[in-house]
């Protein structure tokens, strides 16, 4: 650190502490505060300097930032400060965790119903239950719940927050941490703030990025991409009744937050507090490529945002810090790295889920492969979220670069997994819905449930059993690879039971013109109440998926700790990787073919030829035949064990 900011640093924070100290009525509370401040400033000070410090008040934000820390800081209950002090720091990347999502009301009901489930979630093997959106939000155009009305309000039909703080205690005692979103890039125009900023509040107007004409936003619409360009074309809304423009990057009715006015970091600093002193355990923070502003630029990835996110995890560790953050960044894989480490501690890897649906529909796995020894490693101390599908469209994120290094053109491979996922291209198993289709830019994504676009729904139609135990093999080998390959795996509930699209959305004005709704289904309790018939369907998913996540909690390497080491196996239809931790190590091999599939033994990491391989999930021995190679069934997934 320069001279100068060191001296800055050191000056500052002999300014602060007798002001801070004086917040604090306990001497443990404040010792404990104190040995963290000494601990994190010396990283936050430089951080809320690079985003405020030209501001002549900025001195006043700075203390009114660290005062907002330690007033929520001393509101935490004893049981969430055992919990900052007791849990160790690699909690969330043991092979332990396995995480479940779903909307509350959609799954549920409300609150009580989420309680009623906890049974359920214990006997899949879940450590980790996201909840989506659950806050109040306004009843009809609400995008989801990522319309935010209130952050301190569950959604009156849902239940009430003190519901979700039992809840909270109650899933931690069974060995559950409760995630929840943070949508913090915007709120819905029926939030507090806006409806002020509305009534003409200057201070409050200020939260926003208002504009008296078009001249502003037109030129930043030069730079910007359309997000839903056939729900809401453009990045700016006209308000008739303030005769201004406001800036909506998703939908009209969510305002983007001005996060250059330190009032609103201050704000929402609040509102993650008052949230993690519910006892949530992980923010999964919403849209964070787009919290900063630049003209001519395209709005996404600044370094801002980077800042912003940073400084926002350090005052986590000052007031809460057994809380993490989980970064939802859906754009070049490049930039999705840029947010893990100083900023997230876990991920979601949007790049591995694309990867894995294009490996499903070219039976190859080059691009699978090649992009995750590129890409995969990430830094010590931070795990990946490893996902199948989740509430979103899938948008085909790899990065053109490493596609033009296997001689794919990026564009034209786009529109053959368009093409693919919605039954378009002959021989598709898929049944999926086009999502945001761009007539200018030919851009597309796909909707559409895990088990419909791995081919079940269309094998089911079909009545032919064939199909159906392929479809089922290639649900299994999804699940797999994402249980195997390091991180948490996150299973989007109702996948494990085979649920298909729901295509009821249509009959609803609200949702009609948005397809992500067909992969949004109620649970269904007949699908659930056949899991333990192995015959069934549902039953035949679930018992495979729990017994892996069985497996797998019992197997080091397969923490986030652990290391992969991405094979070349002389088969372009077989991935082949090593998870190596804490001594162990286990070779997993994936056939993204419905034809059997061999593999050279010689091309495979060296072990003793005299001595077989056994397969963890079978509990089988896996000897090559004669000619020396080892045979996968169609879609089978082997993780094996051998001597060195």
Not at 355 to 379: C, S, Y
Not at 504 to 523: E, G, L, M, Q, Y
């Amino acid at each position: 650190m320069p001279d100068t900011l060191s001296h800055a640093v050191h000056q500052s924070l002999a300014r602060l502490r007798p002001r801070l100290r004086a917040l604090f009525t306990d001497d443990s509370l404040w010792q404990t505060f104190s040995e963290r401040l000494d601990q994190h400033y010396a990283a936050l000070f430089p951080l809320l300097l690079r985003l405020y410090g030209t501001r002549y008040d900025f001195f006043f934000w700075l203390e009114q930032i660290l005062g907002t820390a330690a007033r929520y800081f001393q509101e935490r209950s004893p049981a969430l400060h055992a919990l900052d002090a007791t849990r160790p720091p690699n909690w969330f990347q043991t092979q332990s965790m396995v995480g479940g999502v779903c909307y509350v009301d959609l799954y549920a009901g409300n609150l009580a119903g989420i309680r009623k489930q906890i049974p359920y979630f214990k006997e899949l093997g879940l450590t980790y239950l996201h909840l989506m959106p659950l806050f109040r939000c306004p009843p009809e155009q609400n995008d989801g719940g990522y319309a935010v009305s209130s952050f301190r309000e569950v959604n009156p039909t849902l239940g009430t927050m003190a519901e979700l703080a039992e809840l909270a205690d109650l899933l931690r005692a069974e060995g559950i941490s409760l995630v929840l979103d943070l949508v913090f890039n915007h709120t819905s125009d029926e939030h507090e703030w806006a409806i002020k900023a509305r009534s003409g509040d200057p201070d409050y107007q200020d939260f926003y990025y208002f504009f008296p004409d078009r001249t502003l936003p037109d030129q930043y619409e030069r730079t910007l991409r359309e997000i839903f360009p056939e729900q809401a074309p453009g990045s700016f809304t006209y308000l008739p009744d303030l005769d201004q423009w406001v800036w909506t990057t998703f939908n009209t009715f969510q305002w983007d937050l001005n996060y250059r006015n330190p009032a609103v970091f201050d704000a929402m600093l609040g509102e993650m507090l008052f949230l993690a002193n519910q006892g949530v355990e992980v923010l999964r923070l919403d849209a964070v490529a787009f919290i900063w502003k630049e003209l001519g630029t395209a709005c996404e990835n600044l370094p801002q945002a980077h800042d912003i996110i940073a400084a926002y995890n350090l005052l986590l560790r000052l007031a809460a810090p057994a809380l993490i953050f989980k970064s939802e960044a859906i754009v070049h894989p490049d930039e999705v790295a840029k947010y893990i480490g100083r900023e997230c501690q876990i991920s979601y890897h949007p790049t591995l889920m694309v990867l894995l649906w294009e490996a499903l529909a070219t039976r190859q796995v080059r691009l699978l492969r090649h992009t995750m020894a590129k890409r995969f490693a990430i830094p010590h101390g931070t795990a990946w979220v490893n996902y199948i599908r989740c509430h979103d469209d899938i948008g085909w994120s790899f990065a053109d670069e490493d596609a033009a290094e296997l001689g794919i053109y990026g564009y034209d491979h786009r529109q053959f997994l368009n093409a693919f996922y919605t039954g378009r291209f002959e021989g598709s198993f898929a049944v999926g819905l086009p999502f945001n289709y761009n007539p200018r830019t030919g851009d597309m994504r796909i909707s559409g449930m895990l088990a419909s676009l791995a081919g079940l729904e269309q094998a089911q139609a079909s009545g032919d059993p064939t199909l159906i135990d392929l479809a089922l093999s290639r649900i299994h080998l999804l699940h797999a690879l994402i249980m195997a390959v390091g991180g948490i795996p996150l299973i989007y509930l109702g996948d494990e039971l085979g649920m298909t699209n729901d295509y009821t959305f249509r009959t609803n004005a609200a949702k009609a013109n948005d397809s992500r709704w067909v992969h949004r289904p109620k649970a269904s309790a007949n699908l659930k109440a056949q899991r333990h018939d192995p015959q069934s369907v549902a039953g035949a998913l679930f018992g495979a998926i729990r017994h892996m996540i069985r497996v797998r909690k019992a197997h080091a390497a397969f923490s986030a700790e652990g290391r992969a080491a991405w094979l070349e196996c002389g088969n372009p239809h077989v991935l082949a990787f090593e998870r190596t931790h804490a001594g162990e190590t286990i070779l997993v091999l994936a056939n993204f073919s419905e034809l059997p599939q061999t593999v050279a033994r010689r091309m495979l990491p060296a072990a003793d030829p005299r001595t077989p391989y056994h397969d963890l999930l079978s509990g089988e021995s896996v000897q090559p035949d004669s000619a020396g190679e080892l045979l996968l069934q169609p879609y089978a997934v082997l993780w094996l064990t051998y001597t060195r």
